[in-house]
T-cell receptor, first 112, second 112 residues
Framework: NAGVTQTPKFQVLKTGQSMTLQCAQDMNHEYMSWYRQDPGMGLRLIHY???????DQGEVPNGYNVSRSTTEDFPLRLLSAAPSQTSVYFC???????????FGDGTRLSIL | TQLLEQSPQFLSIQEGENLTVYCNSS?????LQWYRQEPGEGPVLLVTVVTGGEVKKLKRLTFQFGDARKDSSLHITAAQPGDTGLYLCAGALWGETYKYIFGTGTRLKVLA
C-alpha cells in the first residue's frame, strides 16, 4: 500500500543545475499538488493538477514546471536551480476537492 | 501575502494543560482542514469541516469552523506528549476548491 511516493528523499544541487522531483500515487486520485515548506511559512502551493493533461499555477510557480501525462505521475521540474529554491518539497494527492490530501514524505533539496 | 494566519506560532505547555490554536483569514473558505506533521514526514489529516458553525470532536481534540467560514480553531484538552508536533490549517477558497492554501503553522511541544 504505497500511497504517495516521492523520490529522491534528499538532493544537493549547484546553482544553475536542473533536476526533476518525482511523485507517484497508486490510489487513482485525480487531484495532485506540489508544495514547498519553508520555516515559518507553512506549505505554499507551487502547481496543481485536476487530472491527466491539466495543470495550473499555485501561489509560487516561478522557476518550476510540471506536467501530468498520466493519472499516477506528477513530476516537478526545476529549470535552473537557485539558492532561494532550497526547501522541503511535498507532493499530495486526493480523490475529490474536499476529500483528505495524502502527502508523500517529502524531498529535502539544497541549492548551493 | 499569507491568506491564512495561525496563532500562536509556537506553544510549549505542560502535560495535562488545555490549549487552543487559531486559524484566521479575511477570505471565505468552502472547507477547512487541520493537519498534524511530525519531523521528516508529510502532514496527516486530522479533520475536515465544511459547514459554517460546525464543531467536530476527535477524542481530546475539538475543531470549530467559524459561522462566516473565515476562521477555525483547534482546542486540545489535557494535552499529552504525543500531541507534540506542527499543526497546520488548510482552506479551499470559495469557488476555488481545486487548491488548498495552508496556514503558517503552530509548533506545539507538550512537556511530560
Amino acid at each position: 500500500n504505497a500511497g504517495v511516493t516521492q523520490t529522491p528523499k534528499f538532493q544537493v544541487l549547484k546553482t544553475g543545475q536542473s533536476m526533476t522531483l518525482q511523485c507517484a500515487q497508486d490510489m487513482n486520485h485525480e487531484y495532485m499538488s506540489w508544495y514547498r515548506q519553508d520555516p515559518g511559512m507553512g506549505l505554499r502551493l507551487i502547481h496543481y493538477s485536476v487530472g491527466a493533461g491539466i495543470t495550473d499555477q499555485g501561489e509560487v510557480p516561478n522557476g518550476y514546471n510540471v506536467s501530468r501525462s498520466t493519472t499516477e505521475d506528477f513530476p516537478l521540474r526545476l529549470l535552473s536551480a537557485a539558492p532561494s529554491q532550497t526547501s522541503v518539497y511535498f507532493c499530495a494527492s486526493r480523490r475529490k476537492p474536499n476529500q483528505p490530501q495524502h502527502f508523500g514524505d517529502g524531498t529535502r533539496l539544497s541549492i548551493l | 501575502t499569507q491568506l491564512l494566519e495561525q496563532s500562536p506560532q509556537f506553544l510549549s505547555i505542560q502535560e495535562g494543560e488545555n490549549l487552543t490554536v487559531y486559524c484566521n483569514s479575511s477570505s471565505v473558505f468552502s472547507s477547512l482542514q487541520w493537519y498534524r506533521q511530525e519531523p521528516g514526514e508529510g502532514p496527516v489529516l486530522l479533520v475536515t469541516v465544511v459547514t459554517g458553525g460546525e464543531v467536530k470532536k476527535l477524542k481530546r481534540l475539538t475543531f470549530q469552523f467559524g459561522d462566516a467560514r473565515k476562521d477555525s480553531s483547534l482546542h486540545i484538552t489535557a494535552a499529552q506528549p504525543g500531541d507534540t508536533g506542527l499543526y497546520l490549517c488548510a482552506g479551499a477558497l470559495w469557488g476555488e476548491t481545486y487548491k488548498y492554501i495552508f496556514g503558517t503553522g503552530t509548533r506545539l511541544k507538550v512537556l511530560a
